[in-house]
């Protein structure tokens, strides 16, 4: 039977995966970009633009912590919000009223705190697999929004204030400051490159490459001699901590936080950017957050009903791009003219010689 050459091809991971050099030259490339914003939006009418690329690089930091758990690991959690809101509300709750707090310890407290509720939930969830795992994560996701919203512990459903961004000292008395939003920009912008470089390290390495292996077969991996629920666990911590990093950054922002950061709908809209960017892929994880957060305020502004145009777009483009917006490249490249012909010759020398066999 000769296949059709015609027909469109859907890239495989292989063809998706650059090469190193490629790949690091597309890293920087967009750090460049990232880089250049602040220093050519200089006018105060282009503030807005700038919180909002710091919002996107933020979402972009939650997306790839969950993207460290579905596409690496394999585990598929609908309540990483959880751990994103138990940061943002340790930033309001540890930060003071009176005046800026120390930065460093405001991030080592909000870290803290989404990695131990990471780790208390993991050790449960992580009993549980398939649909059963994602109910439970749910579950306590849902747990953690209605302590934030039915009782005082934070102001309820009112939510709380933070009145002071705090300050970061560095090997000097005269400590940093984040109050102007160029200087928050850098922040967001340090710690997004701080995470990608992290997350490819962690991936790189021994326990990078044990995640990879169960998520393709736990059972193969148990039987080499792994224990699969130590590194399974030591992912969802991590995950829980880049995400904690996220709430940190986001609190610091808006200055208020609310308990709607902790609903299921949060965590849809970080697994719909995963899902959207390409599973697996750190700059999967980037373009979706990137993609998501600015079609949001673009269809926002075109109509108050902009949840039909999000949802038609992820539609049309899961149903194109089935490997994400990361994998534009390989279709191109697949459905390239030279590239046709290309597969025309190859399945014709392939037919050629089976029927010479």
């Given at each position: ?144 929004y209605f302590v934030f919203h039915d009782t005082k512990l934070a102001g309820g459903s009112d939510g709380t204030y933070i009145y002071f961004r705090p300050e970061f000292g560095l090997f000097s008395e005269r400590p940093v400051t984040v109050n102007e939003p160029v200087q928050f920009y850098w922040l967001v912008l340090a710690a997004l490159v701080l995470t990608v470089a992290g997350l490819a390290l962690l991936l790189r390495s021994r326990f990078g490459h044990a995640l ?146």
């Open positions: 039977m000769q296949s059709d050459s015609s027909m469109p091809q859907v890239p495989t991971p292989q063809d998706i995966r650059r090469p190193g050099w490629v790949a690091a030259a597309g890293w920087l490339v967009a750090l460049a970009v990232l880089c250049a914003v602040p220093l050519v939006l200089t006018a105060d009418s282009h503030k807005y633009y700038i919180e909002l690329l710091s919002k996107v690089m933020i979402m972009a930091i939650f997306a790839l912590s969950l993207q460290l758990l579905i596409g690496y690991t394999g585990l598929v959690s609908l309540g990483h919000a959880a751990y994103f809101a138990m940061a943002a509300y340790a930033t309001a709750m540890l930060a003071p009223e009176s005046g800026a707090g120390n930065g460093w310890l405001l991030l080592l407290g909000a870290v803290g705190a989404a990695a131990a509720l990471a780790l208390l939930v993991g050790a449960l969830v992580l009993r549980t697999r398939g649909v059963y795992f994602i109910m439970v994560t749910l579950a306590f996701a849902q747990m953690v990879v292996g169960i998520r393709h077969n736990e059972q193969r991996m148990r039987a080499a001699g792994y224990a699969t629920y130590r590194y399974q666990i030591g992912a969802f911590v991590a995950g829980g901590a880049f995400a904690g990093l996220a709430g940190y950054l986001y609190a610091i922002q808006f200055g208020f936080v609310n308990p709607e950061i902790a609903s299921w709908h949060q965590s849809g809209n970080a697994m719909l950017m995963v899902i959207l960017g390409g599973v697996g892929s750190l700059a999967g994880a980037v373009l979706g957050a990137f993609s998501f957060v600015l079609l949001a305020e673009w269809f926002g502004a075109l109509s108050k009903h902009w949840q039909l145009l999000m949802g038609g777009f992820i539609i049309v483009a899961v149903a194109l791009l089935p490997r994400g917006l990361v994998s534009v490249p390989a279709v191109l490249r697949h459905r390239s003219p030279r590239r046709a012909r290309r597969a025309g010759v190859t399945t014709k020398s392939a037919t050629h010689s089976r029927e010479a066999a």
